[in-house]
Protein backbone atom coordinates (compact mmCIF):
# COMPACT_ATOMS: atom_id res chain seq x y z
CA UNK A 1 0.00 0.00 0.00
CA UNK A 2 1.72 3.74 -0.94
CA UNK A 3 1.11 5.80 1.52
CA UNK A 4 -0.88 9.19 1.04
CA UNK A 5 1.91 12.09 1.96
CA UNK A 6 2.58 14.64 -0.43
CA UNK A 7 5.61 14.35 -3.04
CA UNK A 8 6.28 18.11 -3.42
CA UNK A 9 10.08 17.55 -5.28
CA UNK A 10 12.79 18.07 -2.45
CA UNK A 11 14.34 21.08 -5.06
CA UNK A 12 16.67 24.00 -4.35
CA UNK A 13 13.85 26.38 -5.10
CA UNK A 14 12.44 25.31 -1.56
CA UNK A 15 15.99 26.53 0.09
CA UNK A 16 15.40 30.21 -1.65
CA UNK A 17 11.23 30.52 -1.25
CA UNK A 18 12.05 29.81 2.75
CA UNK A 19 15.14 32.21 2.76
CA UNK A 20 13.15 35.04 1.59
CA UNK A 21 9.94 34.77 3.50
CA UNK A 22 11.71 33.53 6.78
CA UNK A 23 15.64 34.60 6.82
CA UNK A 24 14.62 37.99 4.34
CA UNK A 25 16.99 40.05 6.98
CA UNK A 26 19.69 37.70 7.69
CA UNK A 27 22.70 38.51 6.13
CA UNK A 28 25.69 37.50 4.08
CA UNK A 29 28.77 39.71 4.54
CA UNK A 30 32.09 39.43 1.82
CA UNK A 31 34.84 40.89 2.75
CA UNK A 32 35.56 43.09 -0.69
CA UNK A 33 38.80 44.88 -1.98
CA UNK A 34 36.15 48.14 -0.68
CA UNK A 35 35.79 46.69 2.69
CA UNK A 36 32.95 44.65 3.78
CA UNK A 37 29.71 43.97 1.70
CA UNK A 38 26.67 42.98 3.99
CA UNK A 39 23.33 42.19 1.85
CA UNK A 40 20.08 40.64 3.65
CA UNK A 41 19.07 37.12 2.34
CA UNK A 42 16.26 39.11 1.23
CA UNK A 43 18.27 41.02 -1.22
CA UNK A 44 20.24 38.10 -2.36
CA UNK A 45 16.82 36.37 -3.05
CA UNK A 46 15.82 39.15 -5.22
CA UNK A 47 19.08 39.46 -7.13
CA UNK A 48 18.87 35.47 -7.48
CA UNK A 49 15.73 36.15 -9.17
CA UNK A 50 17.16 38.96 -11.48
CA UNK A 51 20.12 36.57 -12.36
CA UNK A 52 17.32 33.89 -13.61
CA UNK A 53 16.24 36.56 -16.09
CA UNK A 54 19.51 37.63 -17.37
CA UNK A 55 20.76 33.94 -17.75
CA UNK A 56 17.27 33.03 -19.41
CA UNK A 57 18.28 36.34 -22.02
CA UNK A 58 21.48 35.37 -22.46
CA UNK A 59 20.35 31.50 -23.35
CA UNK A 60 20.77 29.79 -20.24
CA UNK A 61 18.48 26.78 -21.09
CA UNK A 62 17.13 23.61 -18.17
CA UNK A 63 19.96 21.48 -18.57
CA UNK A 64 22.55 23.60 -19.93
CA UNK A 65 25.78 24.30 -17.09
CA UNK A 66 26.65 27.21 -15.99
CA UNK A 67 30.06 27.33 -14.18
CA UNK A 68 31.47 29.78 -11.59
CA UNK A 69 35.28 30.08 -11.08
CA UNK A 70 35.34 32.64 -8.37
CA UNK A 71 36.20 32.79 -4.77
CA UNK A 72 33.78 33.05 -1.91
CA UNK A 73 31.48 35.79 -2.04
CA UNK A 74 27.88 37.10 -2.52
CA UNK A 75 27.88 37.19 -6.05
CA UNK A 76 28.27 33.29 -5.71
CA UNK A 77 25.86 32.11 -3.67
CA UNK A 78 23.30 33.41 -5.76
CA UNK A 79 24.94 31.14 -8.73
CA UNK A 80 24.30 29.06 -6.00
CA UNK A 81 20.82 29.92 -5.85
CA UNK A 82 20.02 31.08 -8.99
CA UNK A 83 21.07 28.25 -11.71
CA UNK A 84 19.68 25.21 -9.89
CA UNK A 85 16.59 27.21 -9.04
CA UNK A 86 16.30 27.95 -13.02
CA UNK A 87 16.82 23.93 -13.89
CA UNK A 88 20.29 24.87 -15.26
CA UNK A 89 23.67 22.64 -13.67
CA UNK A 90 26.05 25.18 -11.41
CA UNK A 91 29.45 23.74 -11.92
CA UNK A 92 31.92 25.12 -9.86
CA UNK A 93 35.43 24.95 -11.28
CA UNK A 94 38.08 25.02 -9.24
CA UNK A 95 40.15 28.31 -9.20
CA UNK A 96 44.01 26.20 -8.53
CA UNK A 97 43.68 23.95 -10.73
CA UNK A 98 46.38 23.94 -13.54
CA UNK A 99 45.12 24.97 -16.84
CA UNK A 100 45.05 21.39 -19.08
CA UNK A 101 42.85 20.06 -16.13
CA UNK A 102 40.53 23.60 -16.00
CA UNK A 103 40.43 22.54 -19.96
CA UNK A 104 39.66 19.23 -20.07
CA UNK A 105 36.82 20.15 -17.15
CA UNK A 106 35.32 23.03 -19.01
CA UNK A 107 34.44 20.80 -21.84
CA UNK A 108 34.06 17.73 -20.54
CA UNK A 109 30.82 19.08 -18.32
CA UNK A 110 30.03 21.63 -22.22
CA UNK A 111 29.76 24.70 -20.09
CA UNK A 112 27.77 27.40 -21.97
CA UNK A 113 28.43 30.31 -19.65
CA UNK A 114 31.04 31.21 -16.78
CA UNK A 115 30.67 33.30 -14.32
CA UNK A 116 34.18 34.24 -12.77
CA UNK A 117 35.89 37.27 -10.93
CA UNK A 118 37.62 40.13 -12.09
CA UNK A 119 40.38 38.93 -9.78
CA UNK A 120 40.87 35.65 -11.20
CA UNK A 121 40.84 37.14 -15.26
CA UNK A 122 44.03 36.50 -15.81
CA UNK A 123 43.98 32.70 -15.20
CA UNK A 124 40.69 32.16 -17.01
CA UNK A 125 41.94 33.85 -20.12
CA UNK A 126 44.32 31.64 -20.92
CA UNK A 127 41.83 28.81 -20.23
CA UNK A 128 38.70 30.31 -22.06
CA UNK A 129 41.48 31.08 -25.05
CA UNK A 130 41.57 26.94 -25.30
CA UNK A 131 37.94 25.85 -25.26
CA UNK A 132 35.25 26.13 -27.22
CA UNK A 133 31.76 25.52 -25.75
CA UNK A 134 31.39 28.97 -23.03
CA UNK A 135 29.03 31.18 -25.34
CA UNK A 136 29.27 33.86 -22.92
CA UNK A 137 31.29 35.66 -19.65
CA UNK A 138 30.18 37.00 -17.20
CA UNK A 139 32.59 39.22 -14.59
CA UNK A 140 32.13 39.85 -11.17
CA UNK A 141 33.50 43.04 -10.46
CA UNK A 142 35.63 42.09 -7.46
CA UNK A 143 38.89 43.86 -8.36
CA UNK A 144 38.55 47.87 -9.43
CA UNK A 145 38.83 48.48 -13.39
CA UNK A 146 36.32 47.61 -15.89
CA UNK A 147 35.00 44.04 -17.18
CA UNK A 148 37.47 42.91 -19.92
CA UNK A 149 36.24 43.49 -23.33
CA UNK A 150 33.77 40.68 -24.52
CA UNK A 151 32.71 40.07 -21.36
CA UNK A 152 29.15 41.14 -19.45
CA UNK A 153 29.61 43.02 -15.74
CA UNK A 154 27.81 40.44 -13.34
CA UNK A 155 26.35 43.86 -11.28
CA UNK A 156 25.15 45.98 -14.65
CA UNK A 157 23.47 42.63 -15.69
CA UNK A 158 21.59 41.89 -12.57
CA UNK A 159 20.86 45.99 -12.00
CA UNK A 160 19.32 45.84 -15.71
CA UNK A 161 16.97 42.86 -14.81
CA UNK A 162 13.61 42.35 -13.15
CA UNK A 163 13.04 39.88 -10.75
CA UNK A 164 11.57 36.38 -12.01
CA UNK A 165 8.38 35.47 -9.76
CA UNK A 166 7.37 31.83 -11.16
CA UNK A 167 10.47 29.43 -10.96
CA UNK A 168 9.84 26.20 -12.82
CA UNK A 169 9.25 22.90 -10.16
CA UNK A 170 12.12 21.02 -10.78
CA UNK A 171 12.15 17.00 -10.25
CA UNK A 172 13.97 16.47 -7.43
CA UNK A 173 16.10 13.83 -9.22
CA UNK A 174 17.18 16.31 -12.01
CA UNK A 175 20.81 17.65 -11.96
CA UNK A 176 21.54 20.57 -9.96
CA UNK A 177 25.24 21.08 -9.73
CA UNK A 178 28.11 19.17 -10.81
CA UNK A 179 31.80 19.10 -9.19
CA UNK A 180 34.75 17.40 -10.42
CA UNK A 181 37.22 15.43 -8.00
CA UNK A 182 40.61 16.70 -8.59
CA UNK A 183 41.77 13.80 -10.26
CA UNK A 184 44.85 12.46 -8.05
CA UNK A 185 44.66 9.29 -10.64
CA UNK A 186 43.69 10.08 -14.08
CA UNK A 187 41.49 12.87 -15.65
CA UNK A 188 39.35 15.05 -12.59
CA UNK A 189 35.68 13.03 -12.86
CA UNK A 190 32.53 14.78 -12.62
CA UNK A 191 30.19 14.22 -9.51
CA UNK A 192 27.01 15.31 -10.53
CA UNK A 193 24.67 16.33 -7.50
CA UNK A 194 20.78 16.10 -7.11
CA UNK A 195 18.29 18.98 -6.31
CA UNK A 196 17.49 16.13 -3.99
CA UNK A 197 20.42 15.08 -2.59
CA UNK A 198 21.59 18.84 -1.93
CA UNK A 199 18.46 19.52 0.01
CA UNK A 200 18.80 16.41 2.41
CA UNK A 201 22.39 16.78 2.62
CA UNK A 202 22.10 20.12 3.72
CA UNK A 203 19.38 19.29 6.58
CA UNK A 204 22.33 16.57 8.11
CA UNK A 205 24.35 19.48 8.90
CA UNK A 206 21.58 20.69 10.86
CA UNK A 207 21.59 18.06 13.38
CA UNK A 208 22.40 18.43 16.48
CA UNK A 209 24.78 15.52 16.28
CA UNK A 210 26.15 16.85 13.39
CA UNK A 211 27.08 20.26 13.72
CA UNK A 212 24.12 21.78 14.66
CA UNK A 213 24.09 24.58 11.98
CA UNK A 214 20.98 26.73 13.53
CA UNK A 215 19.00 30.47 13.15
CA UNK A 216 21.16 31.27 16.31
CA UNK A 217 25.08 30.59 14.20
CA UNK A 218 26.89 32.81 11.74
CA UNK A 219 29.17 31.09 9.65
CA UNK A 220 32.39 31.30 8.31
CA UNK A 221 33.61 28.82 5.34
CA UNK A 222 37.02 29.24 4.77
CA UNK A 223 36.58 26.14 2.72
CA UNK A 224 36.28 27.20 -1.20
CA UNK A 225 32.28 27.01 -2.75
CA UNK A 226 34.13 25.15 -5.40
CA UNK A 227 35.78 22.14 -2.81
CA UNK A 228 32.47 19.77 -2.66
CA UNK A 229 29.45 22.59 -1.94
CA UNK A 230 31.56 24.17 0.69
CA UNK A 231 30.96 21.08 2.69
CA UNK A 232 27.11 21.80 2.03
CA UNK A 233 27.06 25.20 4.34
CA UNK A 234 25.60 27.84 2.15
CA UNK A 235 22.36 25.84 1.77
CA UNK A 236 22.32 25.12 5.19
CA UNK A 237 22.65 28.85 6.04
CA UNK A 238 20.29 29.92 3.97
CA UNK A 239 17.63 26.86 5.51
CA UNK A 240 17.74 27.70 9.00
CA UNK A 241 18.86 31.18 8.57
CA UNK A 242 22.51 31.06 10.01
CA UNK A 243 24.53 33.89 8.80
CA UNK A 244 27.05 33.92 6.67
CA UNK A 245 30.91 35.69 6.40
CA UNK A 246 32.75 34.86 2.77
CA UNK A 247 36.41 35.86 3.07
CA UNK A 248 36.40 36.74 -0.61
CA UNK A 249 39.85 36.83 -2.25
CA UNK A 250 41.34 38.21 0.95
CA UNK A 251 42.60 34.41 2.55
CA UNK A 252 45.76 35.59 4.15
CA UNK A 253 45.97 34.51 8.07
CA UNK A 254 45.82 38.03 8.56
CA UNK A 255 42.39 38.82 6.67
CA UNK A 256 40.86 35.69 8.01
CA UNK A 257 42.01 36.90 11.38
CA UNK A 258 40.17 40.33 10.78
CA UNK A 259 36.94 38.77 9.33
CA UNK A 260 36.87 37.30 12.89
CA UNK A 261 37.23 40.36 14.69
CA UNK A 262 34.69 41.87 12.72
CA UNK A 263 31.76 39.42 12.13
CA UNK A 264 32.05 37.05 15.13
CA UNK A 265 31.39 34.04 13.42
CA UNK A 266 30.19 30.98 15.66
CA UNK A 267 31.26 28.33 13.12
CA UNK A 268 34.29 28.32 10.55
CA UNK A 269 34.97 25.75 8.25
CA UNK A 270 38.13 24.56 6.75
CA UNK A 271 40.99 22.38 5.65
CA UNK A 272 43.21 21.19 8.79
CA UNK A 273 45.89 22.89 6.79
CA UNK A 274 43.92 26.29 7.36
CA UNK A 275 44.18 25.75 11.03
CA UNK A 276 47.59 25.10 10.88
CA UNK A 277 48.39 28.25 9.81
CA UNK A 278 45.94 30.08 12.00
CA UNK A 279 46.70 28.38 15.39
CA UNK A 280 49.36 30.83 16.34
CA UNK A 281 47.57 34.24 15.28
CA UNK A 282 44.03 32.22 17.16
CA UNK A 283 46.35 31.80 20.18
CA UNK A 284 47.85 35.49 20.35
CA UNK A 285 43.64 36.74 19.37
CA UNK A 286 42.18 34.70 22.03
CA UNK A 287 44.91 36.92 24.97
CA UNK A 288 42.67 39.88 23.85
CA UNK A 289 39.64 37.49 25.21
CA UNK A 290 37.58 34.32 23.83
CA UNK A 291 36.79 34.12 20.40
CA UNK A 292 33.24 33.93 19.01
CA UNK A 293 33.39 30.72 17.34
CA UNK A 294 31.69 28.02 19.09
CA UNK A 295 33.15 25.08 17.43
CA UNK A 296 35.75 24.85 14.16
CA UNK A 297 34.41 22.05 11.21
CA UNK A 298 37.20 20.08 9.92
CA UNK A 299 38.21 17.50 7.53
CA UNK A 300 39.09 16.76 4.16
CA UNK A 301 42.32 15.43 5.12
CA UNK A 302 43.23 13.64 8.63
CA UNK A 303 43.25 16.50 11.56
CA UNK A 304 46.43 16.01 13.57
CA UNK A 305 45.38 15.04 17.55
CA UNK A 306 48.34 17.70 18.32
CA UNK A 307 46.00 20.74 16.20
CA UNK A 308 42.38 19.71 17.78
CA UNK A 309 44.60 19.58 21.29
CA UNK A 310 46.13 22.92 21.00
CA UNK A 311 42.42 24.96 19.57
CA UNK A 312 40.77 22.85 22.50
CA UNK A 313 43.45 23.99 25.42
CA UNK A 314 45.19 27.17 23.87
CA UNK A 315 42.42 28.78 21.62
CA UNK A 316 39.33 27.68 23.26
CA UNK A 317 37.80 26.34 19.90
CA UNK A 318 36.96 22.56 19.67
CA UNK A 319 37.81 21.03 16.38
CA UNK A 320 34.32 19.19 14.93
CA UNK A 321 36.20 16.67 12.35
CA UNK A 322 34.69 15.24 9.52
CA UNK A 323 34.78 12.85 6.41
CA UNK A 324 33.70 13.03 2.98
CA UNK A 325 34.42 13.34 -0.40
CA UNK A 326 33.69 15.27 -3.36
CA UNK A 327 31.25 12.05 -4.54
CA UNK A 328 29.56 11.98 -0.99
CA UNK A 329 28.38 15.76 -1.03
CA UNK A 330 30.65 15.89 0.72
CA UNK A 331 29.39 15.03 4.75
CA UNK A 332 29.62 11.31 5.66
CA UNK A 333 30.41 11.30 9.39
CA UNK A 334 31.66 13.78 11.60
CA UNK A 335 33.26 13.09 15.28
CA UNK A 336 30.93 14.15 17.95
CA UNK A 337 31.16 12.40 21.34
CA UNK A 338 28.05 10.13 22.45
CA UNK A 339 27.04 10.36 26.35
CA UNK A 340 28.83 7.42 27.18
CA UNK A 341 32.16 8.77 25.89
CA UNK A 342 31.63 11.39 28.61
CA UNK A 343 30.50 8.80 31.25
CA UNK A 344 33.91 6.81 30.34
CA UNK A 345 35.82 9.94 31.23
CA UNK A 346 38.60 12.07 29.46
CA UNK A 347 40.76 8.98 28.55
CA UNK A 348 37.56 7.39 26.02
CA UNK A 349 37.14 11.63 24.96
CA UNK A 350 41.11 11.58 24.06
CA UNK A 351 41.33 8.90 21.95
CA UNK A 352 38.04 10.41 19.87
CA UNK A 353 40.87 12.56 18.99
CA UNK A 354 41.99 10.11 15.88
CA UNK A 355 38.50 9.46 14.94
CA UNK A 356 36.92 10.48 11.64
CA UNK A 357 33.83 9.70 13.54
CA UNK A 358 30.26 7.80 12.78
CA UNK A 359 28.48 8.42 9.47
CA UNK A 360 25.30 11.06 10.02
CA UNK A 361 22.05 9.65 9.58
CA UNK A 362 21.19 9.42 6.12
CA UNK A 363 24.28 7.19 5.22
CA UNK A 364 25.28 3.71 5.47
CA UNK A 365 28.73 2.07 6.12
CA UNK A 366 30.69 -1.23 5.58
CA UNK A 367 33.97 -1.86 5.70
CA UNK A 368 35.43 -4.69 3.21
CA UNK A 369 38.22 -6.52 3.92
CA UNK A 370 40.80 -7.71 1.49
CA UNK A 371 38.57 -11.19 1.26
CA UNK A 372 36.18 -8.81 -0.30
CA UNK A 373 33.84 -10.25 3.06
CA UNK A 374 32.93 -7.58 5.59
CA UNK A 375 35.51 -7.17 8.48
CA UNK A 376 34.07 -6.82 11.86
CA UNK A 377 34.05 -3.59 13.52
CA UNK A 378 36.27 -4.23 16.31
CA UNK A 379 38.45 -1.25 16.29
CA UNK A 380 41.26 -3.34 14.89
CA UNK A 381 40.22 -5.29 11.39
CA UNK A 382 41.06 -2.77 8.46
CA UNK A 383 39.26 -2.78 5.14
CA UNK A 384 37.86 -0.33 2.80
CA UNK A 385 35.57 1.99 3.51
CA UNK A 386 31.81 2.11 1.64
CA UNK A 387 29.41 3.97 1.63
CA UNK A 388 25.64 4.46 0.28
CA UNK A 389 23.23 6.61 0.89
CA UNK A 390 20.44 9.45 -0.65
CA UNK A 391 23.88 12.24 -1.07
CA UNK A 392 26.41 10.07 -2.47
CA UNK A 393 27.58 9.75 -5.88
CA UNK A 394 26.17 6.51 -7.69
CA UNK A 395 28.56 6.91 -10.87
CA UNK A 396 30.56 10.02 -12.67
CA UNK A 397 29.40 11.88 -15.25
CA UNK A 398 29.67 10.80 -18.94
CA UNK A 399 32.77 8.38 -17.32
CA UNK A 400 32.54 4.54 -16.99
CA UNK A 401 33.58 3.50 -13.76
CA UNK A 402 31.77 0.54 -12.45
CA UNK A 403 35.25 -0.72 -10.28
CA UNK A 404 34.49 2.75 -8.00
CA UNK A 405 30.55 1.53 -7.91
CA UNK A 406 29.93 -2.17 -6.60
CA UNK A 407 26.21 -3.20 -5.72
CA UNK A 408 24.94 0.21 -4.70
CA UNK A 409 27.70 0.66 -2.73
CA UNK A 410 30.72 3.39 -3.11
CA UNK A 411 34.46 2.43 -2.28
CA UNK A 412 35.92 5.57 -1.77
CA UNK A 413 39.90 3.87 -1.43
CA UNK A 414 39.98 4.90 2.73
CA UNK A 415 41.35 1.90 4.42
CA UNK A 416 40.02 2.28 7.96
CA UNK A 417 38.68 0.23 11.37
CA UNK A 418 35.80 0.80 13.13
CA UNK A 419 35.38 0.40 16.60
CA UNK A 420 32.28 -1.47 18.47
CA UNK A 421 29.95 2.56 19.00
CA UNK A 422 30.50 2.86 14.83
CA UNK A 423 33.74 4.91 15.00
CA UNK A 424 35.86 4.79 12.23
CA UNK A 425 39.49 5.76 12.09
CA UNK A 426 41.45 6.45 8.51
CA UNK A 427 44.44 4.45 8.24
CA UNK A 428 45.54 5.77 4.95
CA UNK A 429 43.84 6.36 1.30
CA UNK A 430 44.67 3.10 -0.41
CA UNK A 431 47.07 5.07 -2.72
CA UNK A 432 48.96 6.34 0.24
CA UNK A 433 49.61 3.38 2.87
CA UNK A 434 53.28 2.46 3.09
CA UNK A 435 53.24 -0.91 1.93
CA UNK A 436 56.56 -2.53 3.69
CA UNK A 437 57.24 -6.19 3.61
CA UNK A 438 53.75 -7.04 2.30
CA UNK A 439 52.45 -5.18 5.35
CA UNK A 440 50.97 -2.13 5.65
CA UNK A 441 52.19 1.73 7.55
CA UNK A 442 49.66 4.02 8.11
CA UNK A 443 51.03 7.26 7.35
CA UNK A 444 48.08 9.11 8.68
CA UNK A 445 48.91 7.70 12.46
CA UNK A 446 52.80 8.43 11.71
CA UNK A 447 52.44 12.03 10.56
CA UNK A 448 49.57 12.76 13.34
CA UNK A 449 52.46 11.35 16.08
CA UNK A 450 55.55 13.75 14.23
CA UNK A 451 53.11 16.58 14.38
CA UNK A 452 52.93 16.02 17.87
CA UNK A 453 56.23 16.78 18.85
CA UNK A 454 56.89 20.63 20.07
CA UNK A 455 59.04 21.58 17.28
CA UNK A 456 57.29 20.32 14.31
CA UNK A 457 55.13 22.41 12.28
CA UNK A 458 53.83 19.76 9.51
CA UNK A 459 54.98 16.76 8.56
CA UNK A 460 54.10 14.42 5.53
CA UNK A 461 55.16 10.36 5.10
CA UNK A 462 55.58 8.72 1.56
CA UNK A 463 56.98 5.45 1.06
CA UNK A 464 59.65 5.64 -1.13
CA UNK A 465 61.12 2.33 -3.54
CA UNK A 466 63.28 0.12 -0.89
CA UNK A 467 65.01 -2.59 -3.05
CA UNK A 468 64.39 -5.54 0.03
CA UNK A 469 60.86 -4.09 1.53
CA UNK A 470 59.20 -2.65 -1.48
CA UNK A 471 58.97 0.18 0.31
CA UNK A 472 60.30 2.25 3.53
CA UNK A 473 58.37 5.16 5.22
CA UNK A 474 60.54 8.82 4.58
CA UNK A 475 59.26 11.41 7.02
CA UNK A 476 58.90 14.96 5.15
CA UNK A 477 59.19 17.13 8.35
CA UNK A 478 58.82 21.05 8.45
CA UNK A 479 60.32 22.55 11.62
CA UNK A 480 58.47 25.07 13.64
CA UNK A 481 60.15 28.79 12.69
CA UNK A 482 62.25 28.70 16.06
CA UNK A 483 63.20 24.82 15.44
CA UNK A 484 64.56 25.64 12.03
CA UNK A 485 68.16 24.20 11.47
CA UNK A 486 68.06 22.93 15.29
CA UNK A 487 65.68 19.99 15.28
CA UNK A 488 67.55 17.09 13.87
CA UNK A 489 66.61 13.19 12.79
CA UNK A 490 67.52 11.60 15.92
CA UNK A 491 64.69 14.09 17.77
CA UNK A 492 62.51 12.71 15.51
CA UNK A 493 62.95 9.40 15.45
CA UNK A 494 63.43 9.19 19.37
CA UNK A 495 60.45 10.57 19.72
CA UNK A 496 58.82 7.99 17.74
CA UNK A 497 60.63 5.20 18.81
CA UNK A 498 58.39 4.65 22.10
CA UNK A 499 55.04 5.32 20.45
CA UNK A 500 55.37 3.06 17.29
CA UNK A 501 56.29 -0.53 16.38
CA UNK A 502 60.30 -0.76 15.27
CA UNK A 503 59.03 -1.87 12.08
CA UNK A 504 56.72 1.93 11.52
CA UNK A 505 59.93 3.87 12.01
CA UNK A 506 60.76 5.98 9.19
CA UNK A 507 63.96 4.80 7.39
CA UNK A 508 64.71 8.63 7.39
CA UNK A 509 63.78 12.17 8.30
CA UNK A 510 64.09 15.11 5.82
CA UNK A 511 63.60 18.45 6.43
CA UNK A 512 61.54 20.98 4.35
CA UNK A 513 60.66 24.56 4.21
CA UNK A 514 56.80 23.79 3.69
CA UNK A 515 54.62 20.90 2.60
CA UNK A 516 53.35 21.06 -0.81
CA UNK A 517 49.47 21.16 -0.77
CA UNK A 518 47.05 20.06 -3.37
CA UNK A 519 44.62 22.65 -5.19
CA UNK A 520 42.35 22.54 -1.66
CA UNK A 521 45.16 22.84 0.90
CA UNK A 522 45.52 19.01 1.05
CA UNK A 523 49.00 17.69 1.43
CA UNK A 524 50.08 16.43 -1.96
CA UNK A 525 52.01 13.41 -1.31
CA UNK A 526 52.21 12.89 -5.26
CA UNK A 527 54.33 15.59 -5.32
CA UNK A 528 56.67 14.48 -2.54
CA UNK A 529 56.83 11.23 -3.85
CA UNK A 530 58.48 12.22 -7.10
CA UNK A 531 60.35 14.37 -5.64
CA UNK A 532 62.07 11.59 -3.30
CA UNK A 533 61.72 9.13 -5.75
CA UNK A 534 65.32 8.56 -5.76
CA UNK A 535 65.77 9.44 -2.19
CA UNK A 536 68.71 7.53 -0.75
CA UNK A 537 67.89 5.26 2.38
CA UNK A 538 70.47 5.04 4.69
CA UNK A 539 71.48 1.92 5.73
CA UNK A 540 69.89 0.16 8.83
P1 LIG B 1 40.50 15.11 -3.46
O1 LIG B 1 40.52 13.75 -4.08
O2 LIG B 1 40.69 16.24 -4.36
O3 LIG B 1 41.30 15.22 -2.20
P2 LIG B 1 38.11 15.03 -1.93
O4 LIG B 1 38.01 16.27 -1.15
O5 LIG B 1 36.88 14.45 -2.48
O6 LIG B 1 39.00 15.32 -3.11
O7 LIG B 1 38.90 13.96 -1.07
C1 LIG B 1 38.27 12.96 -0.35
C2 LIG B 1 39.27 12.21 0.44
O8 LIG B 1 39.88 13.03 1.43
C3 LIG B 1 38.73 11.05 1.21
O9 LIG B 1 38.56 9.90 0.41
C4 LIG B 1 39.79 10.85 2.29
O10 LIG B 1 40.89 10.12 1.79
C5 LIG B 1 40.24 12.25 2.55
N1 LIG B 1 39.60 12.78 3.76
C6 LIG B 1 38.56 13.60 3.85
N2 LIG B 1 38.28 13.90 5.14
C7 LIG B 1 39.17 13.21 5.89
C8 LIG B 1 39.40 13.09 7.30
N3 LIG B 1 38.70 13.74 8.20
N4 LIG B 1 40.41 12.27 7.68
C9 LIG B 1 41.16 11.59 6.79
N5 LIG B 1 40.99 11.69 5.47
C10 LIG B 1 40.02 12.49 5.02
Known amino acids: MRGLMQTLPLN ?6 RAERLQAKKTVATRTHEGTAVATYGQVCERTRKLVTALREIGVRPG ?13 LECYLGVPCMGAVLHTLNIRLFEKDLVFIVEHAEDKVVVVDKSLWPVWEKVAARVRCVQAT ?4 DAPGPAPPGTLDYEELIAARSPVRELPEVDENE ?55 AWGLPYACLLTGAELVFPGRHMSPQSLLE ?4 RRPSLAAGVPSVWTSLLEPLKQEKERGPLSLRAILCGGSAVP ?33 LAAHRERGPEALDALRTSQGRVVPGVEIRLVGDDGKEAAWDGRSQGEIQVRGPWIASSYYKEDAREKFQDGWLRTGDVA ?24 ISSVALEGL ?68 TSVGKFDKKVLRERFKNHALPEK
Not at 327 to 334: D, N, V
Not at 417 to 440: F, H, N, P, Q
Not at 484 to 489: D, M, Q
Request: glycine fraction near 6%.
Open 12 to 17: IAWILR
Open 175 to 229: AAALCYTSGTTGNPKGVLYSHRSNYLHSLALTMADAIGISESDRVLPIVPLFHAN
Open 417 to 440: SIDGDGYMRIADRTKDLVKSGGEW
Open 305 to 337: PALQKAYESEVGVPIVQAWGMTETSPLASLCCP
Open 259 to 262: CLRE
Open 64 to 76: DRVATFSWNHQQH
Open 138 to 141: IVVP
Open 450 to 517: IMSHPSVAEAAVIGVPHPKWDERPLACVVPRPDARGRLTREEILDFLRPKVAKWWLPDDVVFLDEVPK
